[in-house]
Structure formats: structure tokens, C-alpha cells
């Protein structure tokens, strides 16, 4: 296929998302057609995404730092120095911001611009998007880079809005801010306590200064050490050698982490050779404490109840009071199955008198007032700034910005119980893809890092959703295709596979966002049947992937 400039749409592609996945995108669809005319458009001033949204104190991987590079620059591997062995969220900013730039990308990115509706044009065979300023822009084909933990949400809590002192979203962290001098002598409360609340508190408690925090928790999560270290030029010479064996070792496992389950099962070992695996993985840096263990510990029920106990006796080793111990061990989910967050000094911060924890299972929130916080059993907990870590509208959450018209103008996505949702091609939050990279409806748009792909290691797993969608594109451009779009009864085995991959596996008894819940959001209060994330081995999904291209493209409609 020519470029399609002057012949209508003013670009072949336009991706939205200038973070990982955009960047990943730019890079591989801009060498492999080098006349198409591109476009990136995003919401924020710079790249980076979730790296750049996301400047809460704390902010860091949790995944190691050499196996979230980006392995198709070999001279920016060899150029770059990760200083720490878990990155911070300023030197990942500045990592990306040096792959946007060392490859000339800032030119084709446009910032500060949010798409407000898309509308597929089934005559001419094109996407039109109009921003919130009323510009236009028109494409052949649409990449969705638009991030699956990338739309925040505030808790569905009475006077959200009402508080007058400082409040705002983790992700929405003001950049002048300086917890060392800003929150010096200051009554600071923070809802929720996962990966994002988890780093912002052990982060603020080794700030000397403040005068209290309160911390309230609505879920209790396991968390454990990351054990992160500073990594010297010496030490960075020699990960240098091996980034080719990261990166293997990323490709074998089935989460992409660098971490392989033990073969053993809990029960084939003597209780000393349990209790040795796991201290040595407790004991190391990074995901082996969730990803290296026995191979059983997350389809076996009594498996995972061994391992949770000896998780909650670490947690009891660690805070002085039983009951403030007690109330941080989770009750209604066991250890791995909803995603680990590493941490470092997270439990010890509650022996200090002045960070309370407030257990929202005993005393729950009545409402959020101009002061602060009052809760069941009467109290007011007074505040003067007011941190939301309340996670985000995971997934498909992303795709709510923008109003969709599909073929036959469609919307993406309703409540089932509106006219709308009637016609919905994703009701109530529902996906149906095929191969998690095309939906139904909604030709010449790919998603990566959609609903239905495995996430896992997200730097891999992009990397390998760019390189299925760059050579679908080639076999369009080949063929002379100007739309493509998956047949239904691909869709339907798709998102059959998707739901059989997640039978038998504890991950999906548990509500979480993997599972599609967010008790904030409309639609996502309960665990659906239809799961919003692929939960079989990303090794299995690449053999699908790779096993449609060869078979030309079956279950796929050209035209």
C-alpha cells in the first residue's frame, strides 16, 4: 500500500500514548515504513507515560531494571548506567526521555492534547479523532498505547470532593512538591494501601518532620522486601555482557519476569527443604519471593496457605503491636494472588507513634468532610493534606476518555442497562478481542498492552505486541488492505481461550484489578466471568500469535 497521505487521511498511523508502548511503536513502525506518515498524541507534556504521570515519593520498578530495558538498541544498552538495581520513577523518566531522543522522536509527538471521540468512516476506511480544542485528525490505522494502569480514580467515598485542605491522586502528584519541607509539621492522611500507597508511605516515614500520618486501609495486601542496592559502573559493566541472557530468561518464563517457579510441588519436599526455598527467596532482591516459588503455590489451595503463614509470621516479626500486625495480614486472599508489591521498611513505619493505621474493616469511613476523615465508630481524624493511592480504572479504564463510534457507529463501551449498552461492543467493561490486539467492530485499531495481552514484565510484553501488529501491517500494506478487523467467531474462541486460561488458578478467585474489579467504578464491582487480562503463559500467546500469522491471517477480515 502507497502512502495513504493524499488520499485522504492526513496520517497511515496515529498512535495515542507517548509512554513505553507509544515509544516502542514510533520506533519499530517508522523503521519498517519509512514514507508513512506517523503521529503520536498525548495527554501529557513529555513521554514517559505512567513514568511521567506517576512522581509520587517512592515511585519505582519492582521488576529489575535490566530486564525492563528496551533490547532493540544494542547502543543504548551499552550506553546506559541503571544506578540502582530496582530503577526510581525520575531515572526511568530520564531513560525514556533518552530513547525518545537519542532516535529524533520528539518532532512526531504532539503533547498536552486529549482526543475527545473517534469515529471509523467505513466508506474511505480511516479513523477521525477530534481533540477537546475541535482539531481533527484523520488515520489509516490507530495503535492504542494507551497504558492499562493509566486512568486514576478517586474512592467512591461521600464529601470526595469536600475536603479543603491539600488533596490530590498519587498519579497526579504536584511536581513543586517537597515532602521535606511541605508536609513539615503537617496532619497527613492517605486512603489505600497497594503498590502506589505501599511506596508513598514507607517513602513520607523516612521523612523526619511531619506530624502525624494516618493511614487508612480499605484492603490489607501482602507486600515484601525488595531489597533493592546501588548498582557501580564496575557492576554495570558486567550486566552489560548479559543482557542477552536477561532477556532469554524473560522469554522462557511465562509472566516475563526474570523469575521461573520452582518444578517442585510444596507437598513432594520435607518441611525443612519448604522452609529453606523460601527463606532464600525471601532473602534475595526482587519477584522470586512471588515467582520463584514452588510450582503449586498458586493452584493449590493448601499450598498457598503454607506459604501465606509463613508470610504473615515475617509481618508479625516485623510490627511491634499484634493488633496493628494483625490487621495488616490480608484475611481474604492468600499470599500471590493478587500481584506482590515489593517494599522497602513498609511494615516497620507503623512502629513509629506517630503513623496510625486505620482499619476500614473495623471502622469504616463515613465521609470525607473540610478537616479530614470521620469513621463508623465517631471519631474525626483531622487532616491538613489528603493523599488518594486508590489505584486506577484498570484495563479498559483508559478507553473512557474518549467517546468511540465503531462500525455502524458503535460505542466501545456502556452500562449494559442503558439504550447504549445495548450496542456496546465492550458491555459493562467486558472485552472481546481477538488476540487481545484487535477488537471487534473497531477496524485498523491495535491495541498494545490491551485487555486480553499478558502483561507480566510490560516492557516485553510491548515489545512483542509492536512486533505482531508492525507485521500484520506489512501484510496489509503487501496485500493493498485497507481495513482489517477480527471475524465474530474469532472473537468468541479468543475470548473463550482467555476465560478457560484462567480456570484453576487462585489469581482469579480473588478480586483485584488483574480481575477486573474496582469497587470505584461503575460496572467493575464485581468479578466478572469475562477476564480483562490474559492469565495463561505469554509463551502460549506468542505461539498463538505467531501460529495466526503463518496461517494467513485466519480469523482476521481484509478488505
Not at 496520517?11 to 513505553?20: M, N, P, S
Not at 511503536?25 to 498524541?41: A, G, M, Q
Not at 492522611?189 to 497497594?194: K, L, Q
Not at 493452584?299 to 508479625?316: G, H, V
Amino acid at each position: 500500500m502507497p502512502s495513504v497521505a493524499q488520499a485522504g487521511p492526513d496520517y497511515d498511523v496515529l498512535i495515542i500514548g507517548a509512554g513505553l508502548s507509544g515509544i516502542c511503536s514510533l520506533y519499530h513502525i517508522r523503521k519498517r515504513f519509512p514514507t508513512w506518515r506517523v503521529k503520536v498524541i498525548d495527554n501529557a507534556p513529555d513521554v514517559g507515560g505512567t513514568w511521567y504521570w506517576n512522581q509520587y515519593p517512592g515511585c519505582r520498578f519492582d521488576s529489575e531494571s535490566l530486564s525492563y530495558s528496551f533490547s532493540f538498541d544494542k547502543e543504548l544498552l551499552d550506553e546506559w548506567h541503571w544506578k540502582e538495581a530496582f530503577s526510581p520513577q525520575p531515572e526511568t523518566h530520564k531513560y525514556i526521555k533518552r530513547v525518545a531522543e537519542k532516535h529524533d522522536m520528539y518532532k512526531e509527538i504532539q503533547f498536552n492534547t486529549q482526543i475527545k471521540t473517534a469515529h471509523w468512516n467505513d466508506v474511505d476506511h480511516f479513523w477521525s479523532f477530534v481533540d477537546v480544542e475541535g482539531k481533527e485528525y484523520t488515520a489509516r490505522f490507530f495503535l492504542s498505547c494507551l497504558g492499562f494502569l493509566s486512568a486514576p480514580t478517586l474512592p467512591a467515598i461521600p464529601g470526595v470532593h469536600d475536603f479543603k485542605g491539600e488533596a490530590f491522586h498519587t498519579s497526579r502528584w504536584p511536581s513543586d512538591l517537597d515532602i521535606s519541607r511541605d508536609f513539615a509539621n503537617k496532619r497527613i492522611g492517605i486512603i489505600g494501601t497497594g503498590a502506589t500507597g505501599i511506596q508513598t508511605i514507607t517513602a513520607i516515614a523516612k521523612q523526619p518532620g511531619f506530624k502525624s500520618l494516618s493511614v487508612f486501609q480499605r484492603t490489607a495486601n501482602w507486600s515484601a522486601p525488595l531489597r533493592n542496592f546501588k548498582v557501580t559502573p564496575e557492576q554495570m559493566d558486567i550486566y552489560r555482557t548479559e543482557y542477552d541472557s536477561v532477556f532469554k530468561t524473560c522469554a522462557e518464563t511465562s509472566t516475563c519476569f526474570m523469575h521461573q517457579a520452582d518444578p517442585r510441588k510444596s507437598s513432594e519436599v520435607t518441611d525443612e527443604e519448604r522452609l529453606a526455598l523460601w527463606e532464600k527467596m525471601y532473602n534475595a532482591p526482587g519477584f522470586g519471593k512471588w515467582l520463584g516459588v514452588f510450582s503449586d503455590t498458586y493452584t493449590d489451595r493448601q499450598a498457598n496457605e503454607l506459604y501465606s503463614k509463613y508470610m504473615a509470621e515475617k509481618i508479625r516479626q516485623r510490627v511491634h503491636d499484634p493488633e496493628t500486625a494483625d490487621s495488616l495480614i490480608p484475611k481474604n486472599h492468600g499470599f500471590g494472588t493478587r500481584r506482590v508489591p515489593l517494599e522497602s521498611g513498609y511494615f516497620e513505619a507503623y512502629n513509629e507513634p506517630n503513623i496510625h493505621l486505620v482499619d476500614l474493616q473495623k471502622t469504616p469511613i463515613t465521609s470525607i468532610v473540610a478537616d479530614g476523615i470521620e469513621t463508623a465508630d465517631g471519631k474525626k481524624h483531622e487532616l491538613d493534606v489528603l493523599i488518594h493511592a486508590t489505584g486506577f480504572d484498570a484495563i479498559t479504564g483508559a478507553f473512557n476518555a474518549i467517546e468511540w463510534h465503531g462500525k455502524d457507529n458503535r460505542p466501545l463501551i456502556a452500562s449494559s442497562d442503558t439504550k447504549e449498552g445495548k450496542r456496546a461492543i465492550w458491555p459493562d467493561h467486558k472485552p472481546h478481542t481477538f488476540l487481545g490486539i484487535t477488537v471487534p467492530s473497531m477496524p485498523n485499531m491495535f491495541m498494545t498492552l490491551g485487555p486480553h495481552q499478558p502483561f507480566g514484565n510490560a516492557t516485553r510484553s510491548i515489545e512483542h505486541a509492536v512486533h505482531v501488529i508492525e507485521e500484520l501491517l506489512q501484510y496489509c500494506k503487501d496485500n493493498n488492505y485497507t481495513s482489517v478487523e477480527p471475524a465474530q467467531e474469532a472473537v468468541d474462541a479468543w475470548t473463550e481461550h482467555v476465560y478457560e486460561c484462567s480456570k484453576g488458578g487462585l489469581i482469579n478467585e480473588v478480586d483485584s484489578w488483574m480481575t477486573g474489579v474496582n469497587k470505584n467504578v461503575k460496572g467493575k464491582t464485581e468479578r466478572s466471568t469475562h477476564p480483562a487480562r490474559y492469565t495463561g503463559s505469554a509463551i502460549e500467546y506468542r505461539r498463538r500469535c505467531e501460529e495466526c500469522k503463518t496461517s494467513g491471517y485466519k480469523g482476521l477480515v481484509f478488505a
